[in-house]
C-alpha cells in the first residue's frame, strides 16, 4: 500500500478535469461520428466489398447503432486519446500499481472472487425470478457463456488495473487511505453511472452538431431522480468501495478482478435469459445492479469476501 505523500500535488483536481475533458470531447466527436457511420454505411452498400463477410457485418453493426451509441464510442475514443498527456500530467510510474505476485496466490484468490460474487448474485437472480420480478425470455440464451465471460474478464482485468491500481494509487500518492478510498470509488460509481435514460434516444434526422451536448444534459438529469440514484449509484458505489477494500487488504488486484468478473458474469447471463416486469423500484431494477436489493447482496458478498480473504 502507498502511504500519503504530502510533497506531491494532489491527484483528484487533475483526474476531474480529465473526466470532464473527455466528456467535453465525446460530446462535441459524436456528431461527426455518427455523420461518418452513416457515410460509411452508405458508401459499404453499394461498394464491390458489400458482399463480403466483414462488409456485411459492419452494414449491420451500424443499422442498429442509435446515436447514443456513437456518443459512447466518442467518448472511448477520448479518454484513449487523452490519457496519455493525462497520465505524464500526473507523474504516473510504476510505484503506483500493486505486485501481481505470487501468481498461484493471485489465481487462488481470483477464483474466490469470481465464485463469490457470481455464485450470490445469480442467487439473488434466482429469487428475483420467483418473486415474478422477471420471467424466462421468450428465447433464454442458457449456453450463450462466451459474451458474459468475455465482458467479464475484459472489465475484470482493464476497468480494475485503471480503478483500482492507477488511479488508487495515485490518490494515494496524495491523500490519506479513507479520502483515497472515498474520492476512488465515488470516481468510479460516477463514471459508471455517466449514461442517457434507458430507452432515451434522438431521432436519426434530429442530429445535429450539438446533439451530444443533449446526450450530456439527460445524463446531467439522472441526478436529480432520487429514486433512480438510490437504486443504481448507491450500488455502483458499494461495488467500488468492496472492490477497493479488496485490493487494499490483499495488496494486489487479484481479489478485485474475480469479484468484479464475477458480478459482470452474472448480470449479463441474467441479462440473458430473462425479462423485466416493470414496477419493483427501488428494492428491484432492470437488471442485476440496479436497486436496493442489488445493494445489499453486493456489502453481503463484500463482508464474505473479507472474511475469508483474511482467513487465507
Not at 415474478?132 to 465482458?151: D, M, N, V
Amino acid at each position: 500500500m502507498q502511504a500519503a505523500s504530502p510533497g506531491n500535488s494532489p491527484a483528484l483536481p487533475k483526474l476531474l478535469l480529465y473526466l470532464l475533458a473527455v466528456m467535453i470531447g465525446g460530446a462535441l466527436l459524436a456528431a461527426p461520428l455518427f455523420h461518418l457511420g452513416k457515410a460509411g454505411h452508405a458508401w459499404l452498400s453499394t461498394s464491390f466489398l458489400r458482399d463480403t463477410g466483414l462488409a456485411t457485418w459492419l452494414v449491420s453493426e451500424i443499422e442498429k447503432a442509435e446515436f447514443t451509441r456513437y456518443f459512447n464510442r466518442a467518448v472511448l475514443v477520448c479518454a484513449i486519446v487523452f490519457i496519455w498527456p493525462f497520465l505524464r500530467w500526473v507523474r504516473m510510474d510504476r510505484s503506483l500499481l500493486p505486485t501481481w505476485r505470487p501468481f498461484s496466490t493471485g489465481i487462488k484468490q481470483w477464483a474466490l472472487g469470481f465464485a463469490l460474487a457470481s455464485g450470490l448474485l445469480l442467487a439473488l437472480g434466482f429469487v428475483f425470478f420467483k418473486l415474478g420480478a422477471y420471467q424466462l425470455h421468450p428465447q433464454p440464451r442458457w449456453f450463450k457463456w462466451g459474451e458474459p465471460i468475455t465482458a467479464a474478464l475484459g472489465a475484470g482485468i482493464v476497468e480494475e488495473f485503471f480503478f483500482r491500481g492507477l488511479l488508487l494509487g495515485l490518490l494515494l500518492r496524495s491523500m490519506s487511505t479513507r479520502a483515497a478510498l472515498i474520492a476512488g470509488t465515488f470516481v468510479f460509481a460516477l463514471v459508471h453511472f455517466l449514461k442517457p435514460p434507458e430507452g432515451w434516444q434522438i431521432e436519426d434526422a434530429a442530429v445535429t452538431w450539438s446533439s451530444g451536448f443533449l446526450v450530456l444534459q439527460q445524463i446531467a438529469g439522472g441526478f436529480g431522480n432520487m429514486q433512480f440514484l438510490l437504486a443504481e449509484f448507491a450500488t455502483l458505489f458499494a461495488v467500488g468501495w468492496v472492490l477497493a477494500q479488496a485490493r487494499m487488504q490483499t495488496g494486489a488486484l487479484w481479489a478485485g478482478i474475480g469479484l468484479h468478473g464475477g458480478w459482470v458474469f452474472g448480470l449479463k447471463w441474467f441479462s440473458a435469459i430473462t425479462v423485466y416486469n416493470n414496477g419493483w423500484l427501488p428494492w428491484i431494477g432492470g437488471n442485476l445492479k440496479v436497486g436496493l436489493a442489488p445493494l445489499l447482496t453486493v456489502l453481503l458478498t463484500g463482508w464474505i469476501a473479507s472474511r475469508l480473504l483474511r482467513s487465507r
